[in-house]
Antibody
Framework: EVQLVESGGGLVQPGGSLRLSCAAS????????MNWVRQAPGKGLEWVSY????????YYADSVKGRFTISRDNAKNSLYLQMNSLRDEDTAVYYC??????????WGQGTLVTVSS | AIQMTQSPSSLSASVGDRVTITCRAS??????LGWYQQKPGKAPKLLIY???SLQSGVPSRFSGSGSGTDFTLTISSLQPEDFATYYC?????????FGQGTKLEIK
C-alpha cells in the first residue's frame, strides 16, 4: 500500500525554523518526483515546492523562495522541507504529495505548522 | 504562472442532482489537469487525472472533460458522501496552480 507520512510540524515563533519530513513506503521512492503543498486554515490549496526523483530539478513557489529548501534522501525513502524565517502567513497544514505516472498527485495526511508568538 | 479560475465558489444542491464545476486556465494546458475532492480535516483525494481519466476506485458518477483552457467536472447524481470541496490543479508546468475551490453543500 502506498503511504506518505508527514512529521515535524508544530508551533514556532515568527522568524524561527522548522524541518518537515515525509516518510514514503509501498513504492519505489527513488523513481518518483515529489511535492509539498500547503493549506492555510480555512483557505484553499497552495503548491509550495517540487523535487525530481534524482534531486536534479527543484522548483519553489515565489512565496517561499529563499526561505524554504526541499530535499530528499532516496536511501531513506524520505522527503524533507527545511523552513527558515517563518512568517505568520506560513501557518498551514503541509502535505507531502507524490507525482503519479499518468498525472495527478497522491497525498499524505498532512502535518500542521503554526507560526505564532 | 498559469491562473486557474474555478467556478462556482460554492454550490447548493440536493441528493440526486447533476452538478457541474468548471475550471478555466489562463493559457492552454493540453489535458494536464486533475480534479480533487477534499472533506474537512482530510487530505485531498484524486478523482480525475489527465482531464478525463477516472482514478481507480472512484465512482463512475464522477466524470471530467475538456482540453486546452476549459475543463469540467460533472457529478451525474449527487450522493450524500459527495458533499465536500472540489479543486482543480494544472499539471502542465511549474509553479503548479490550483483553482480556488468549490464548496458543494446540501440544499
Amino acid at each position: 500500500e502506498v503511504q506518505l507520512v508527514e512529521s515535524g510540524g508544530g508551533l514556532v515563533q515568527p522568524g524561527g525554523s522548522l524541518r518537515l519530513s515525509c516518510a514514503a513506503s509501498g513504492f519505489t521512492f527513488s523513481s518518483y518526483s515529489m511535492n509539498w503543498v500547503r493549506q492555510a486554515p480555512g483557505k484553499g490549496l497552495e503548491w509550495v515546492s517540487y523535487i525530481s526523483s534524482s534531486s536534479s530539478t527543484i522548483y519553489y513557489a515565489d512565496s517561499v523562495k529563499g526561505r524554504f529548501t526541499i530535499s530528499r534522501d532516496n536511501a531513506k525513502n524520505s522527503l524533507y522541507l527545511q523552513m527558515n524565517s517563518l512568517r505568520d502567513e506560513d501557518t498551514a497544514v503541509y502535505y507531502c504529495a507524490r507525482d503519479r505516472t499518468h498525472g495527478g498527485l497522491f497525498w499524505g495526511q498532512g502535518t500542521l505548522v503554526t507560526v505564532s508568538s | 504562472a498559469i491562473q486557474m479560475t474555478q467556478s462556482p465558489s460554492s454550490l447548493s444542491a440536493s441528493v440526486g442532482d447533476r452538478v457541474t464545476i468548471t475550471c478555466r486556465a489562463s493559457q492552454g494546458i493540453r489535458n494536464d489537469l486533475g480534479w480533487y475532492q477534499q472533506k474537512p480535516g482530510k487530505a485531498p483525494k484524486l478523482l480525475i487525472y489527465a482531464a478525463s481519466s477516472l482514478q481507480s476506485g472512484v465512482p463512475s458518477r464522477f466524470s471530467g472533460s475538456g482540453s486546452g483552457t476549459d475543463f469540467t467536472l460533472t457529478i451525474s447524481s449527487l450522493q450524500p458522501e459527495d458533499f465536500a470541496t472540489y479543486y482543480c490543479l494544472q499539471d502542465y508546468n511549474y509553479p503548479r496552480t490550483f483553482g480556488q475551490g468549490t464548496k458543494l453543500e446540501i440544499k
